[in-house]
């Protein structure tokens, strides 16, 4: 492929074009024919013939040879594509090869090479710029003249006569150059701030990224735990089952054994009573009454009921529906506990609830700590008015809630009297036993009365079978499940009871406190040893009673 230089070298130097019918005189120098026929021509006058490059003289016309190897090249050169230029602008008068412009004139509105650079006309008016497409662009679109002054008032560019005598004449103006270098510099200070702007949001870029990457380690993380803990249950399901089969196993066993055991000593008493049977078949057939009545025992034959029924038998005379059932209290109690467990495997929103009892609502008996996270009863008046009347030393959040799923944690004192759970708004304030929660319709509660564990609603309690040793408790609530859960944090978790209910009212918690106090624990105190899992976009808990 022919570069631009070696296209540059095949102008001929009269008319400054690509060769046509190249030709070459004696000294070795080529030209168009035509072109160089005229020049001769002109020089027929002078009795002499002298080459336009080198200047030799001939007496004689030369004659003209035509260079065969030249025209071959050209031909190749033709037929060529052009190689595209750096700019991309060509010479405008180089019309038979695409020729790279190295300068363009704004009078002339034209783009030149190299060579009709050196023939373009000098005059001042043809004003030369960087090689250019839009040449009209730099011209006064009124004026056509050239755009040499910048209006700082109207931000446009003007020629000489838009200063002097046109629109602008009496409008601040600065020259192209020093108008470019102020807003260079704007334009500096604007790129300052972007390449600012550009390092705090690579910045963010990492921070979120670390954050990303931190958010799927958490993730991993726990669907590893959740992965450890379901295996974990599946496993002690497995125990269980295990378990309950052997037990249903021995009890059928030893129910087999007495049965057995039964089966023969009845089989025994079938036989004796069908020798009986058989004896008694013979007095009746004989014909001499003496023989019949002085046959010894005849009493117990006639009453087959009496004597020796137990004795038999060794104590083992019942009827099969006297047999005893399977012992299933322990496989009862079991799978109920196991029915509790799958029930109260729930996901529960957000982190722990921040609770926060709310003074106004208050009895005058209790004191509210500085952080409304511990009431404690107290003898001394507390000098605001009660808002649970006479006797009733209660208090309930000031949050409610609504929707969704939480929980959250308290820590009873091992001494007095204490309960804590969930109320309506609607409950009863003014004092007396329908006034406690878990003592109407509108409470649930669980707690500790004289040293007993209880849970209560509408006025029905009950004791709860378990010996809880732990102080702290945990409460779940699954508003639209309706239902309201007690767990003791122990090690592990452990379920204690589940109301269940459809809630028409949004929910307040609620503790009462009497000798003593209770705290609600803060936000993040996930007891440590609680099998608890965050999945979703809410950071869901899961709290998991284990067998």
Avoid at 176 to 182: H, M, R, T, V
Avoid at 301 to 318: F, I, K, S, Y
Avoid at 341 to 363: G, H, Q, R
Avoid at 376 to 386: G, V
Wanted: net charge negative; proline share 4%; charged share 30%.
């Amino acid at each position: 492929m022919a570069s631009a230089a070696l296209r540059g070298e095949l102008d001929c130097s009269i008319c400054l074009i690509t060769y046509t019918d190249p030709v070459m005189l004696r000294c070795g120098h080529n030209f168009c024919r035509l072109c160089i026929d005229r020049l001769l021509d002109t020089q027929d006058g002078a009795g002499v013939y002298a080459c336009p490059e080198c200047r030799e003289e001939y007496q004689e016309r030369p004659a003209l040879m035509r260079d065969i190897a030249l025209c071959k090249l050209m031909e190749n050169i033709l037929l060529t594509p052009p190689t595209p230029t750096e700019t991309g602008i060509c010479c405008t008068y180089c019309v038979d090869s695409a020729v790279p412009a190295v300068r363009s004139c704004l009078h002339c509105e034209a783009s030149l090479c190299d060579k009709h650079l050196r023939a373009h006309s000098k005059s001042p008016e043809h004003v030369l710029s960087e090689p250019s497409t839009s040449l009209e662009k730099r011209k006064c679109s009124v004026h056509r003249k050239m755009l040499e002054y910048y209006c700082t008032e109207d931000a446009a560019c003007i020629c000489v006569y838009c200063y002097m005598i046109g629109e602008h004449s009496k409008h601040k103006v600065e020259s192209l150059d020093e108008a470019s270098k102020n807003n260079k510099l704007k334009l500096k200070d604007v790129l300052q701030k972007l390449m600012i702007k550009k390092k705090e949001t690579e910045e963010r870029v990492q921070s979120v990224e670390e954050g990303r990457r931190k958010a799927q380690e958490k993730a991993a993380g726990e669907a590893e735990r959740v992965t450890a803990l379901f295996t974990d249950i599946r496993r002690r399901l497995d125990d269980l089952e295990k378990r309950v089969l052997r037990e249903i196993s021995r009890q059928e066993k030893e129910e087999s054994m007495s049965l057995s055991a039964l089966i023969q000593q009845l089989e025994i008493k079938k036989d004796e009573l069908s020798r009986k049977m058989r004896h008694i078949e013979e007095l009746c057939n004989m014909a001499d009454p003496l023989t019949v009545l002085q046959e010894p025992d005849t009493g117990d034959l006639c009453d087959p009921e009496e004597g020796g029924g137990d004795e038999d038998t060794g104590g083992h005379d019942r009827q099969p529906h006297d047999v005893d059932d399977l012992d299933v209290a322990m496989i009862s109690d079991t799978f109920r506990t196991l029915c509790d467990m799958i029930s109260t495997i729930k996901v529960y929103v957000e982190d722990p609830s921040d609770i926060l009892l709310d003074v106004n609502t208050a009895n005058n008996d209790l004191l509210i700590s500085d952080d409304l996270k511990t009431a404690t009863w107290t003898k001394e008046d507390q000098n605001r008015p009660d808002r649970f009347q006479s006797y009733c030393p209660q208090v309930i959040s000031s949050r409610i809630f609504s929707s969704g799923r939480h929980y959250w944690d308290v820590e009873g004192c091992r001494s007095g009297y204490w309960s804590v759970g969930m109320c309506y708004p609607s409950i009863d304030r003014r004092g007396g036993d329908h006034s406690f929660i878990g003592n109407n319709k509108r409470s649930w509660c669980m707690g500790r009365w004289n040293n007993k564990y209880v849970v209560a609603h509408h006025r029905k309690d009950m004791q709860l079978p378990h010996q809880i040793s732990s102080d702290r408790v945990r409460i779940c609530l699954d508003y639209e499940a309706g239902q309201l859960s007690f767990y003791e944090l122990c090690d592990p978790i452990r379920h204690l009871h589940t109301f269940t209910a459809t809630f028409t009212e949004p929910l307040h918690a609620v503790l009462c406190v009497w000798e003593g106090s209770i705290r609600i624990l803060g936000r993040g105190s996930n007891w440590e040893k609680c099998e608890s899992v965050a999945t979703g976009d809410d950071s869901h808990m899961a709290a998991v009673p284990m067998i």
